[in-house]
């Protein structure tokens, strides 16, 4: 089979196109004739080089859809030749489990960072991770929708616990999970504060359903918040992009404010000042991926039609080095989704 690999960690000139033996599927696994796979920032940073167990040499693609072609258990037989979107979380319940207890679960991994993954034609994936998508949802809108979705809603819904009536600020707003989260927002009946930084983005954000919309690098976005809140602040900031917003992120948050994490894309050194923290009685949450129960959840509202994963281009298997490059230039609105 055709595969999108690469042997070494480094920039995306390290992935090659090339022709590998297809997986065998084991037991409580599937394999899957891949029909779209979409691209996460998660990408790069698996290329460039985590301090984590990778498989080498690496394929690389957490957000899946295809159809199942074979199995390794007799139990999974009732999946096949189904069209299926896949859950990137492994051991996901464990984890939050462990959590919840105050203990730590290792066995938790994401498909295409601590497995192979999709940009291939084809992969194997647990059993378990499977939801059939609907006749009406293309592959690549389901691709595009699987990762962020789940990672919006969790960030949100249950560790923002974002209510109606609320006001939330979602920086880094033209990402994949951004665009997700300012639709989960509106249909949570939030009135929503989108940053992202192009004036293209600006207007799509708007477009998507954000009340108001800011250019980081051409506003004083901060004032305008602060104007369009009645200077209260807005209770909940969804963030993703890091240290180059995160002491505005917290200077925006009104009185119980909540601040949920969930990426880094501009760095992980970020200042708070506690002066702050303390006085506003704030609250600073991480967040990463979901649930199955979650990933249901927020695939349900864009098997619905209620929200819309927002795609950027769509790309084939031989065209993957180009697509980790445009992610990496900081220009795409939405996802970029891989199709063998």
């Known amino acids: 089979m055709r595969a999108a690999i690469f042997r070494e960690n480094g920039g995306p000139e390290v992935i090659t196109v090339e022709d590998v033996d297809p997986p065998l599927p084991g037991p409580g696994e599937v394999r899957i004739r891949v029909e779209a796979a979409s ?4 990408d790069l940073w698996v290329r460039r080089g985590l301090p984590i167990e990778t498989p080498m040499p690496h394929i690389g693609g957490s957000d899946i859809v295809g159809s199942v072609e074979s199995v390794g258990s007799e139990d999974l037989t009732s999946w096949m030749g189904r069209r299926v979107v896949v859950d990137p979380s492994l051991s996901y319940d464990w984890y939050e489990l462990a959590g919840r207890k105050g203990g ?4 938790f991994g994401v498909i295409g960072e601590h497995t192979q993954g999709g940009f291939a034609e084809m992969v194997v994936v647990p059993g378990a991770n499977l939801l059939e998508v609907p006749e009406t949802v293309a592959s690549e809108a389901a691709a595009a929708g699987a990762l962020a979705g789940v990672t919006a809603w969790r960030g949100l819904m249950v560790r923002g616990r974002l209510r109606s009536g609320e006001s ?11 665009t997700m989260a300012i639709q989960y927002a509106r249909l949570a009946g939030a009135t929503v504060h989108a940053v992202t930084s192009t004036p293209e983005g600006v207007a799509r954000a708007r477009s998507l359903g954000a009340d108001y919309a800011y250019d980081r690098l051409a506003d004083d976005w901060p004032k305008a918040v602060y104007r369009n809140t009645e200077r209260r602040g807005v209770q909940l900031c969804l963030d993703s992009v890091g240290q ?4 505005q992120a917290v200077r925006a948050l009104a ?3 909540r601040l949920v994490s969930y990426g880094a894309t501009t760095g992980p050194e970020a200042t708070l000042d506690l002066r702050l923290l303390f006085w506003r009685q704030l609250s600073v949450l991480g967040s990463t991926m979901g649930t199955h129960r979650e990933f249901i959840e927020a695939m349900s509202l864009i098997f619905a039609g209620r929200v819309e994963p927002q795609i950027d281009r769509v790309l084939s298997l031989e065209d993957t080095r180009e697509a980790h490059e445009l992610l990496e230039t900081g220009s795409v609105f939405g996802k970029i989704v891989i199709k063998p």
């Open 168 to 178: 939330v600020l979602i920086t880094g707003a033209s990402g994949g999970v951004s």
């Open 39 to 42: 691209m996460n920032h998660l």
């Open 244 to 247: 180059a917003v995160w002491p």
């Open 104 to 107: 730590f679960a290792s066995s």
């Open 255 to 257: 009185v119980g404010g």
